[in-house]
Every structure is written in C-alpha cells, then in structure tokens.
C-alpha cells in the first residue's frame, strides 16, 4: 500500500500565483521528499525535509512538515508554465524501500 | 555522464510473450529499483536490490522477475506478459549514504495487446 498521499490531486492555476499541495503518510518517517515528473519523463528530486525540520526553502519551494499530524505540504510560489507536472512526495520504509503517494497534477495556464 | 538509462523506450507485446527491460546506471550507485506508473496510482515499488547480487519483492512483484547482473546494471522480465502488465516502466538508482535520493531513467512505456 502507498505511504504517502498527496490532495488534490489536481490543481489549476494562472502563472503568477501560488500553488500548494499537501501529503499525508502512514508510518513515521525519518525524512520526506518531494519529486516533479514533466509530461513522459521520469521523476526529479526536489526537496527533503528531515523529521526534526518543520519547514524548508529551496527557491520557490517551500516544504513544511508537521509529523504529529503525520503531513506535509508543498508551496510553489509564482508559478510559471515551467511548473506544469506532476508532483509526488515519497517516504522511506526500515526496509530501503521508497513509497510514493498517487501525485498531484499541476497546470500553470499563461 | 549518463545518469540512468532504460532501453528500450516504448514496446508493444502480444499477450504471452516475454521480453526483458533493460537498465543501467553509471553512477556508481549500490541500490536500484523498478517501479511501475500507472494512471492515479503513482509509482508501485515492482523489485528492488539494496546492492549487488541482492534481490528483494516490492509491492507488487507476481509477473516479474529480476536479475543485478553487475553494479551498473539491473533488468526486468517479464516471462509471459499479460494486459495487466501495460503501464510505464521506471529504473531508478540510489547511493545509500550519500544521499536520500533516488535518480531516475526515462521510463519504458510498454502495451500488452
């Protein structure tokens, strides 16, 4: 079964604006990554946050991490079209086995 | 360098045939993956080697099997492929320890008709 499940599981929005997606998982972590996947590609990493950090900055990404409510969110800040992809946040299991929730679709529209 | 490279990129089988999916790395990574994409189910973990001449299940292992031929490389089969077995195909590699994340191939997109 899929640690991870990330809400919505879509999301569209104007260039410009900010885009926030959000994860849950099962089990506790000792860290949790985000991936991008472009259109036909395979999956870029684009930021970890470790279970004693509650929010991280890598550009225009911002990652929080609440691991009493066992979630995460990711913030894109002013989208540009570049941003259209599918994003996925990934956990780590005792047994080196990395899970990714379902992803959500984003559409940066120009 | 390379980085994770899947071949073949796209294939169509008739139910019952076989065939292998190839991948290799050059970065030196212990640890490869295969995962399967599938529309609204994210990636499932197929096989995995935490490093070579080490196999182990994922979630979802029952039609496949594996091999680490070597550090670099590691291969699916697929020995009798059934509808169910289309979807997209991804290999990934890891270096445990020196980082957390993975690097993935490209992907295969395989139909079985």
């Known amino acids: 079964s899929q640690q991870g499940e990330e809400d919505p599981q879509a999301l569209s929005i104007q260039e410009g604006e900010n885009a926030t997606m959000n994860c849950s998982y099962k089990?506790?972590?000792?860290?949790l990554q985000w991936y991008r996947q472009n259109s036909g590609r395979g999956l870029v990493h684009l930021i970890l946050i470790r279970s004693n950090e509650r929010e991280k900055h890598s550009g225009r990404l911002r990652v929080t991490l609440d691991t009493s409510k066992k979630s995460s969110s990711l913030l894109i800040t002013a989208s540009r079209a570049a941003d259209t992809a599918s994003y996925f946040c990934?956990?780590?299991?005792?047994?080196?086995?990395?899970?990714f929730g379902a992803g959500t679709t984003v559409t940066v529209r120009a | 360098n390379a980085g994770v490279t899947q071949t073949p990129k796209f294939q169509v089988l008739k139910t019952g045939q076989s065939m292998t999916l190839q991948c290799a790395q050059d970065?030196?990574?212990?640890?490869m993956y295969w995962y399967r994409q599938d529309p609204g189910m994210g990636l499932r973990l197929i096989y995995y080697s935490a490093s070579e001449g080490t196999t182990d299940k994922g979630e979802v292992p029952n039609g496949y099997n594996v091999s680490r031929l070597n550090k670099r490389e590691f291969s699916l089969r697929l020995e009798s492929a059934a509808p169910s077995q289309t979807s997209v195909y991804f290999c990934?590699?890891?270096?445990?320890?020196?980082?957390?994340?993975?690097?993935f191939g490209s992907g295969t997109q395989l139909s079985v008709l």
């Open positions: 990934a590699s890891i270096s445990r320890g020196a980082s957390e994340k993975l690097f």
């Open positions: 990934a956990t780590w299991s005792n047994d080196y086995k990395l899970s």
């Open positions: 089990t506790s972590i000792n860290n």
């Open positions: 970065m030196n990574h212990n640890s």
